[in-house]
């Protein structure tokens, strides 16, 4: 059974550009997230999607923004690129609909990571 | 706020070693609590899932506890192998997270032979 896919996995952009992440989940899991990972910060909380909606979204500018498709694939999309934004991008899938204590664990991709020149 | 704390940020021992790797957390409202694995330049690995529920799991050399009145949970890991070594994660899912994870900023575990 495939993984978490994540694509490109290396990318170099210079500032003011925008770029798009790919996440595919692993096959049957509907919730997709992702998170933003530095050395400084640690790992932050993007947003979250369930069948096509976002039901929650981190504390990051709005340049930062996803989407998720019917077939539960998702992208993610900076905009207007910062120095700032040099990261290791992480999607991470789940089985289950989050509700109360029947909560799905949670299965990371590799990452993409963006260095931003 | 949850925040989310974990204890010591590096560790080196000798292979064969036992040792205790900690987490602790502000908010005793969480759903669950996830232990993962990272290897340098790697996505992550879940090794453990503890429901608020639960106490302790364990997989193999591995034995996870939590005390969530406390707001504690502890890594186990018996007759440490070089193969061990990496970054360990603690997340926590908080009842108000808003299905967000909480993460600490790792331990990072040296095993030399």
């Known amino acids: 059974k495939a993984g978490v896919t994540q694509t490109p996995r290396y990318l170099i952009k210079t500032r003011g550009q925008q770029v798009t992440l790919s996440c595919s989940p692993i096959?049957?899991?509907?919730?997709v997230s992702w998170y933003q990972q530095t050395p400084g910060q640690g790992l932050q909380f993007l947003f979250e999607?369930?069948?096509?909606?976002?039901?929650n979204k981190g504390n990051f500018p709005g340049r930062f923004s996803g989407r998720q498709f019917s077939n539960s694939r998702s992208e993610m999309n900076v905009s207007t690129l910062e120095l700032g934004d040099s990261a290791l991008y992480l999607c991470a899938s789940s089985l289950i609909y989050w509700q109360g204590e029947d909560t799905g664990e949670l299965f990371f991709g590799e990452g993409s990571r963006l260095t931003v020149l | 706020k949850q925040e989310v704390t974990q204890i010591p940020a590096a560790l080196s021992v000798p292979e064969g070693e036992n040792l205790v790797l900690n987490c602790s957390f502000t908010d005793s409202a969480i759903y669950n609590l996830q232990w993962f694995r990272q290897d340098p330049g790697k996505g992550l690995t879940s090794l453990l899932l503890i429901q608020s529920s639960q106490r302790e799991q364990t997989s193999g050399r591995l034995n996870a506890s939590l005390d969530k009145s406390s707001g504690r949970s502890t890594l186990y890991i018996a007759a440490s192998q070089p193969g061990d070594s990496a970054t360990y994660l603690c997340?926590?899912?908080?009842?108000?997270?808003?299905?967000?994870?909480?993460f600490g900023k790792g331990t990072s575990l040296l095993v030399t032979p």
């Open positions: 999607y369930f069948s096509e909606t976002q039901r």
């Open positions: 997340a926590v899912l908080g009842t108000n997270s808003g299905y967000a994870l909480n």
């Open positions: 096959s049957g899991h509907r919730s």
